[in-house]
Nanobody
Framework: QVQLAESGGGLVQAGGSLRLSCAASGRTFSFYTLGWFRQAPGEEREFVASVNWSGTNTDCLDSVKGRFTISRDNTKNTVYLQMDSLKPEDTAVYYC??????????????????WGRGTLVTVSS
């Protein structure tokens, strides 16, 4: 059974940092693109960042560039999202995602193959 398990969410003040982790189990994701989406209350799920299978190519939402960094460790089947200079508008449930074509599905999250259950990030002003 494939599982993506997120951790690291919580409450932080504006300007603070959090590091999200997502551990994958049930299969190897070495050749999958891994990434993060987020969904704020009343909003649609939106792409945040992705990293290709080798870790050499990353992509991220314009509004988080320079603040968020995505990385992966294939030996641990884990993807990370380092979030710095957090803003109240970053408040959302953050979901880990895995798909061989994740970059092409950034605007069509309903087609993503695997999802985690999400972890809540709350940024207070």
């Amino acid at each position: 059974q494939v599982q993506l398990a997120e951790s690291g969410g919580g409450l932080v003040q504006a300007g603070g940092s959090l590091r999200l982790s997502c551990a994958a189990s049930g299969r190897t994701f070495s050749f999958y693109t891994l990434g993060w989406f987020r969904q704020a209350p009343g909003e649609e799920r939106e792409f945040v960042a992705s990293v290709n299978w080798s870790g050499t190519n990353t992509d991220c939402l314009d509004s988080v560039k320079g603040r968020f960094t995505i990385s992966r460790d294939n030996t641990k089947n884990t993807v990370y999202l380092q979030m710095d200079s957090l803003k109240p508008e970053d408040t959302a449930v953050y979901y880990c995602a895995a798909d061989q074509f994740l970059a092409a599905k950034r605007h069509s999250p309903s087609g993503v193959e695997y999802w985690g259950r999400g972890t809540l990030v709350t940024v207070s002003s």
